[in-house]
């Protein structure tokens, strides 16, 4: 079975500093993965994914996450982060050939100035 | 477009009732999905369609049970409601075509047991 563990639950930075959200993931056969953002009252949107290709993953709102397989990780970085990134973030893992996409528990990121 | 449309957005329960919670997506996406979210401890399935007419089970379906009769809408019923359910429940939906899709979320219906 897959798992997802989110390295931090909470993770409190300043405006423009740098941040860096821990995933690894745990999978006996090939996988895609994903980073969803969830802005408070809101659903999840994505943020970027992996599904094959270069292991650095560029998505929406300036973040990126590189895939590691051989640490199993997908670890999303964001260079100068503002007070609108406050949020909380969730990776996710589904199998290739599976339906159902798996959870980490998530982290939630405050940004203070 | 509409995307995913979760009804209502907030309810209370008394212990013991029933209700459901609806779903529609408007973008004829195959894959639609029932998760929990509760603080803490990410989201977890109850339970997931890959097309009208079949359902199945998702890591914890106990107290639910859901029905697909059309592409567009995927309830999800509550019966004999309990304390621990409640939770906010996000209804999310993809296209079909490999699990590499992105999933759609509905804004989530709060749900409160009393």
């Known amino acids: 079975a897959q798992s997802v563990t989110q390295l931090d639950s909470q993770v409190p930075v300043f405006e423009e500093a740098p941040v860096e959200l821990r995933c690894n993931y745990s999978?006996?056969?090939?996988?895609?993965l994903f980073w969803y953002v969830q802005y408070p009252n809101q659903g999840l949107q994505l943020l970027l994914k992996?599904?094959?290709?270069?292991?650095l993953v560029k998505g929406i709102n300036g973040f990126e996450a590189e895939f590691n397989k051989s640490q199993t990780s997908f670890h999303l970085r964001k260079p100068s982060v503002h007070i609108s990134d406050t949020a909380e973030y969730f990776c996710?893992?589904?199998?290739?050939?599976?339906?159902?996409?798996?959870f980490g528990k998530g982290t939630t990121l405050s940004v203070s100035s | 477009n509409a995307g995913v449309t979760q009804t209502p957005k907030f309810r209370i329960l008394k212990i013991g009732q029933s209700m459901t919670l609806q779903c529609t997506q408007d973008?004829?996406?195959?894959?639609m999905y029932w998760y929990r979210q509760d603080p803490g401890m990410g989201l977890k399935l109850i339970y997931y369609?890959?097309?009208?007419?079949?359902?199945d089970k998702g890591e914890v379906p106990n107290g639910y049970n859901v029905s697909r009769s059309t592409t567009e809408d995927f309830p999800l019923r509550l019966e004999l409601a309990a304390p621990s359910q409640t939770s906010v429940y996000f209804c999310?939906?993809?296209?079909?075509?490999?699990?590499?899709?992105?999933?759609?979320f509905g804004e989530g219906s709060r749900l409160t047991v009393l």
């Open positions: 369609s890959v097309g009208a007419g079949i359902t």
């Open positions: 999978s006996s056969v090939s996988v895609y």
């Open positions: 999310a939906s993809r296209q079909m075509g490999g699990s590499g899709g992105e999933l759609f």
């Open positions: 973008m004829n996406h195959n894959y």
């Open positions: 996710a893992v589904s199998v290739k050939t599976g339906t159902a996409l798996i």
């Open positions: 992996y599904l094959s290709g270069s292991t």
